[in-house]
């Protein structure tokens, strides 16, 4: 076969002109519509009107163009079947052999802050999917194109043989499907969001791929790193990286972690994360103090891990960073002098951020979570507590300054793998119990974790003590004050506990479980 006759459409036209001028030049006639006929014709590349080959206008302002069986039974006609052939002859159709067809931008019309509803509706194309699908489905004859990378493969076949290659097309096709289902699934999105229906009764969800990583989490297991077509900003899927290797599998999920802890401070922060767990919480005047803490919370598991900063950072934060090995460093900023000093190592992945929306002004996302033979969705978890949500239900009150840690302790321990117990003090983090199959195991880890520390230090659980052990190794220890979430039917033996040695404890009436 030769492809003879292409029918181009596109909204983005990028690349389009050179494409369509090489194609003439190869004899292929041009079919076209709209504005990519106006555009053609006034370059100077021979071109067909829609309308001539339909034989009848397009109307209700383009809304209706090509769909009408002189373009569809060109795309959909079986070629080597006798009885399409003779159909196609007797109604005076002839076939399309290449469409090149790219969607109105949906995509960026929602993304914009003022969209109007019936803007977004207007932005929904109709003829054009339709046409790709004609075109994909019936690949064993016509070549498809839906992306501008694709043109020049397609220009090398055309000149090289006069046609594409069949496995060129079927690449081609499955492009297409994928296309126009995640054309489709940000439509279906928006409009279920819109009806106030977020969780419907069947979820489809759509990313576009950032890079393929070298490997998953271990170097057994492939993976790739993909993002959401309209990812708000100051996010992982977002950063520019500006020094260092290729971010592999875990250092994304670490990054993304760490993220998600700096970004509860509207004061200066820095979080040092491993393996998806704060090892060290810092917040201060500025960002330099917030690193020290956030250093001086565990020195040890701070090597090889992730920082991240809500503000930029200067030369001398940056000093201290390079004088250990870290993975990642992400902050909305790096001043030129800090670049200089960070870019001297190699192997560091500096990520410039942008803007960190303030912890005030967060709303909850939907989080898609794979399980075997299916997934999980849910909010994330964006709650965030203030004095007047809690309840004191100790003797004692807490002090000011225990108060100031203990929310501090709340907003950290939310983010560590349950059973999670986190002490505090002086705004850092002094111990961290994560992952433990029952919270006094925690409570040793962080205890031990803090040592002198632990001494004048509050605890935060995310979740309530079952029974009073955990606020017995906190008395031992010298803890003050306690935050929990409450809620257990042995509350009541908790607050004796805490009673009994003067312990300040609050109830929150939120948990915080992180599996």
């Known amino acids: 076969m030769t492809i003879r006759r292409a029918l181009i459409s596109v909204s983005d036209k990028t690349g389009i002109v050179e494409f369509s001028r090489a194609l003439a030049g190869l004899g292929v006639q041009i079919i076209s519509t709209g504005g990519t006929a106006s555009l053609l014709e006034k370059e100077g590349v021979p071109v067909i009107g829609i309308s001539d080959v339909t034989g009848f206008p397009e109307i209700l302002d383009g809304r209706v163009k090509t769909l009408h069986p002189a373009v569809h039974s060109g795309l959909l006609a079986v070629r080597d079947d006798e009885e399409h052939q003779k159909a196609m002859q007797e109604l005076g159709l002839d076939y399309i052999d290449l469409v090149v067809v790219n969607l109105y931008p949906f995509a960026a019309t929602i993304a914009k802050p003022d969209v109007s509803y019936e803007d977004a509706i207007e932005?929904?194309?109709?003829?054009?999917?339709?046409?790709?699908?004609?075109?994909?489905?019936?690949?064993?004859?016509?070549?498809?194109?839906?992306?501008?990378?694709?043109?020049?493969?397609?220009?090398?076949?055309?000149?090289?043989?006069?046609?594409?290659?069949?496995?060129?097309r079927k690449s081609l096709a499955a492009k297409v499907f994928r296309h126009t289902g995640a054309y489709d699934a940000l439509i279906s999105d928006y409009l279920s969001k819109l009806q106030g229906n977020p969780l419907p009764e069947s979820y489809t969800v759509t990313y576009e791929k950032v890079q393929d990583l070298r490997y998953g989490e271990n170097p057994h297991q492939k993976a790739a790193f993909y993002r959401k077509p309209l990812a708000s900003a100051g996010n992982i899927t977002t950063a520019e990286q500006l020094h260092g290797k290729e971010l592999s599998y875990n250092n994304i999920n670490d990054a993304n972690a760490a993220l998600a802890i700096v970004k509860e401070f509207n004061e200066p922060a820095v979080v040092a994360v491993k393996h998806m767990n704060p090892c060290g919480v810092g917040i201060g005047s500025d960002i330099h103090e917030a690193y020290q803490k956030a250093y001086a919370a565990d020195p040890t598991s701070i090597f090889g891990g992730i920082v991240a900063a809500n503000r930029a950072i200067g030369v001398e934060t940056a000093k201290l960073l390079s004088e250990i090995f870290l993975e990642i460093v992400i902050a909305p900023d790096f001043t030129p002098e800090a670049l200089e000093v960070l870019t001297k190592k190699k192997n560091i992945r500096l990520m410039k951020l942008g803007e960190i929306q303030a912890a005030s002004e967060r709303k909850p996302e939907w989080l898609v979570t794979s399980v075997d033979g299916g997934m999980l969705v849910q909010e994330s978890d964006v709650h965030s507590l203030t004095e007047a949500d809690i309840q004191i239900v100790t003797n004692r009150k807490p002090t000011e300054e225990e108060l100031k840690q203990l929310l501090f302790g709340w907003k950290v321990v939310k983010h560590v793998k349950s059973n999670a117990i986190l002490l505090a003090s002086d705004d850092m983090t002094v111990g961290v119990g994560a992952g433990q199959m029952n919270r006094v195991g925690a409570a040793r880890i962080a205890i031990e974790q803090a040592?002198?520390?632990?001494?004048?230090?509050?605890?935060?659980?995310?979740?309530?003590?079952?029974?009073?052990?955990?606020?017995?190794?906190?008395?031992?220890?010298?803890?003050?004050?306690?935050?929990?979430?409450?809620?257990?039917?042995?509350?009541?033996?908790?607050?004796?506990?805490?009673?009994?040695?003067n312990i300040a404890m609050v109830l929150t009436g939120v948990r915080h479980f992180k599996h």
Request: hydrophobic share 45%.
């Open 123 to 168: 932005n929904i194309d109709i003829g054009g999917p339709t046409m790709l699908r004609s075109a994909a489905k019936n690949h064993a004859f016509v070549t498809v194109v839906v992306d501008a990378a694709d043109y020049q493969t397609v220009l090398d076949e055309v000149k090289a043989q006069g046609d594409t290659t069949l496995e060129t």
């Open 451 to 501: 040592g002198d520390k632990a001494k004048g230090a509050v605890l935060a659980s995310d979740a309530f003590f079952p029974m009073g052990d955990t606020l017995e190794l906190a008395a031992k220890a010298g803890i003050t004050a306690v935050i929990q979430p409450g809620g257990s039917i042995k509350d009541e033996e908790s607050i004796a506990v805490a009673n009994a040695h």
